[in-house]
């Protein structure tokens, strides 16, 4: 065990009140690509960059080409949660941890039995018909082909913030009050790049910052303890 993990047990023995925010290197190990990273889904080869076959008006003016991107991207129906899942599923049990905060769309956290998880860019387990609201699963999405639709005729739209669109109002309030009150942020693979991650941040005034990262952040966020690392890798040691 490495100075840096002891540092965090003793972090996490010493405190009932851990918020953890996620992006998407808590996913990596599951098996789900990155956008952002190496690796990811922006130096991969498209005729357009993920960022507008995933906006608002993509989606309206190209369906078709949306779904299929969306449909052999971004759903991962087989996807299991890893061991940075089940460790913060463990802490809330055991009254540590708070609330997740993540910017991941694939419920794994609360397959992995997660009840507090504040999905700020929505879920792809969720989606509804444009035209007369009901609910459709991840399974009926996936038994459909191309653009999904409802018995209705309406178009399904999966319940995931696409570029150009707004976060719900209401998770963010909530996720802003969580790190607000939160004694310790464990920040998680994630560049804080993407909106709003960096912002909220700045509402943490708790005791104990730290971050995990496979790559070291650019800029300096004034973390007590920084681990660079894979996510279920680190948490799983501990
Ligand atoms: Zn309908």
Redesign the pocket.
């Known amino acids: 065990m490495t100075e840096e993990i002891k540092k965090l047990k003793d972090i996490v023995e010493h405190t009932d009140n851990i918020v953890f925010f996620g992006g998407a290197g808590v996913s990596t190990e599951s098996g789900i690509p990155d956008f952002r990273s190496v690796d990811g889904l922006y130096h991969q080869q498209w005729d357009e960059p993920p960022e507008t076959i995933l906006s608002h008006t993509y989606y309206m003016r190209y369906p078709e080409k949306f779904f299929r991107f969306y449909r052999s991207k971004l759903l991962c129906p087989d996807a299991q949660p890893n061991a940075a899942h089940r460790k913060l599923a463990e802490w809330e049990a055991q009254g540590k941890l708070r609330a997740v905060i993540t910017q991941n769309i694939d419920g794994l956290h609360q397959k992995a039995g997660s009840r507090e998880v504040l999905e700020l860019h929505g879920s792809t387990l969720r989606n509804y018909?444009e035209?007369?609201?009901?609910f459709y699963s991840l399974a009926d999405i996936m038994a459909m082909d191309g653009v999904p639709r409802?018995?209705?005729?309406?178009r399904i739209k999966p319940d995931v913030v696409l570029y150009e669109e707004g976060l719900d109002s209401t998770t963010l309030t909530r996720a802003v009050e969580f790190i607000a009150n939160a004694d310790v942020l464990i920040i998680a693979g994630t560049s804080l790049a993407v909106y709003p991650a960096a912002g909220l941040i700045r509402y943490f005034g708790g005791s104990k910052l730290v971050v995990i990262n496979k790559t070291p952040l650019r800029g300096d966020l004034g973390a007590d303890l920084v681990i660079t690392g894979a996510v279920g890798e680190t948490l799983a040691q501990l």
């Open positions: 018909c035209q007369c609201g009901r409802c018995a209705c005729g309406g």
